[in-house]
């Protein structure tokens, strides 16, 4: 007569036996969905835009830290794929760890009052299962904008306003500059009452703005702008005109508001 507890180790191998079977239905097998491969964990921890001079962003930096895991066999490669072209540009070898990688600006969209973009992070077991996780800066990184540290001072133009549409109407100079901001990037409008003015360099909007600089595609530190009217009466006679400057989509320090005569 068979003992109970040979009963229940052979009860037991069998069920080792079964599972191991099942197993080899599924292992080696290639997937395109993580479940199958190993698990992955990843968080971007700081996210910093680096701008050249011009204004025009170049690269993000960014400290991303990973976690890997695979149950039933080995991780062969992992990494950070940073163009989203399938290709790990930033190989990992340590089950967690931080790593320093770079976005460029050709794999970021960008708009004036946020950047958006999206990296990856993947790893691949002895089986050829791939796991992996993707992640983007997210709404908490919108309007992550460029600043500049210029501050400027507006104030009257001394040549008096009329009924006409082509009055010199105030003088921007820098207080502090330590940038030269790319028009492409630079919005500056008036407000007067109720009203809205648009200005722009080549004077298709109502307000025009001169420059004195050698640089037409730049508001250089050493210069300054003339703000007038381009068609449009703004200011006929005595005015309290407000003044918004941004760059980047972010708030320039400077004059607020200025009394044109």
């Not at 007569?1 to 599924?26: D, E, F, H, Q, W």
């Not at 901001?181 to 648009?198: C, E, H, P, Q, R």
Request: glycine share 10%; charged share 20%.
């Amino acid at each position: 007569m068979r003992s109970p507890a040979k009963t229940m180790y052979v009860l037991l191998l069998s069920s080792i036996l079964v599972a191991g079977c099942l197993n080899a239905g599924t292992t080696g097998s290639s997937s395109s969905q993580p479940m199958n491969g190993p698990a992955v964990d990843a968080e971007l921890l700081s996210i910093e835009p680096d701008y050249r001079e011009s204004g025009s962003l170049r690269e993000i930096d960014i400290t991303a830290y990973h976690a890997m895991l695979d149950w039933n066999g080995s991780i062969d490669f992992a990494g950070w794929d940073v163009d989203l072209d399938g290709i790990v540009d930033y190989e990992v070898t340590s089950p967690n760890g931080i790593t320093d990688i770079t976005v460029d600006d050709d794999d970021v969209v960008e708009s004036d009052d946020f950047l958006r973009f999206t990296v990856a992070f993947g790893a691949v077991d002895s089986d050829g299962n791939w796991g992996w996780e993707m992640l983007s800066n997210g709404d908490e990184m919108v309007n992550y904008a460029s600043t500049t540290m210029n501050s400027f001072t507006a104030s009257d133009s001394d040549a008096s306003t009329s009924g006409a549409m082509d009055d010199n109407l105030m003088r921007i100079t820098w207080q502090f500059a330590e940038d030269d901001l790319n028009w492409a990037f630079v919005s500056i409008k008036l407000g007067v009452g109720d009203m809205t003015y648009d200005c722009t360099t080549d004077g298709t909007e109502e307000c025009a703005i001169g420059q004195d600089g050698s640089d037409e595609g730049s508001w250089e530190t050493t210069e300054f702008l003339t703000l007038s009217e381009s068609g449009t009466d703004i200011c006929d006679g005595s005015c309290s005109v407000d003044i918004y400057v941004k760059y980047r989509g972010s708030t320039v320090s400077g004059t607020s508001n200025v009394g044109v005569a």
